[in-house]
């Protein structure tokens, strides 16, 4: 695999792990492989993918004029790079990179620029409804344990937590409630027993 050359400055701040909940398994954690790249003092190229042992996520943004690249799509299909959607990228303006994307990104992440912008859930339910995603879907940015739920209802299936957040706590919010309410990407509202009199 390949590593990021490039300043922490450059890149989003994440935990050290990752958050896995899958549609139809259980939570657990794993470490983060995946650098995310702001796509600040961007001078065109990717910074050097050549050495180390890091996947990189690039903007959504950096991506629509980069991807025609031989060495960029290359990279991608070898499971290296994925994209990342800014709160205000309109996905579905770009319908047809993202259908191509889903050919070739092994991951794609939702930023949240801070807790309060709930737009990347909103981005999350429409990669998972309209595009039918059925790849990986992390959360990324200002991503606190409070989210964890909503975000799992909506398509995310990983998290990237702020670094001060606590995994151990983090894994036991999916096993707060036993009944939902609302249908989900994950299943249909649990359905109660009839009682009559």
Do not use: C
């Not at 429409?126 to 990324?140: K, M, N």
């Amino acid at each position: 695999m390949s590593q990021l050359n490039i300043s922490a400055t450059n890149a989003i701040a994440s935990h050290e792990q990752i958050l896995h909940f899958p549609k139809n398994g259980k939570p657990t954690l794993a470490k983060n492989e995946w650098l995310i790249w702001s796509g600040s003092q961007d001078e065109g190229g990717l910074p050097d993918l050549e050495y180390g042992a890091h996947k990189v996520l690039v903007p959504f943004a950096w991506w629509i004029t980069h991807h025609k690249e031989a060495d960029i799509q290359e990279k991608a299909k070898a499971g290296q790079i994925g994209v990342w959607f800014a709160a205000d990228d309109d996905i579905l303006k770009h319908a047809d990179l993202v259908e191509d994307g889903k050919k070739i990104w092994p991951l794609v992440g939702a930023h949240f620029p801070i807790f309060r912008d709930g737009r990347s859930f909103s981005t999350a339910a429409l990669l998972r409804d309209r595009f039918q995603w059925t790849g990986e879907i992390r959360a990324i940015g200002d991503v606190l344990i409070d989210q964890l739920l909503q975000g799992a209802r909506v398509g995310f299936d990983s998290f990237a937590l702020r670094p001060d957040q606590n995994t151990d706590v983090a894994l036991r919010q999916f096993d707060l409630f036993s009944v939902t309410t609302q249908n989900s990407w994950r299943g249909l509202r649990t359905t109660r027993a009839t009682v009559s009199a």
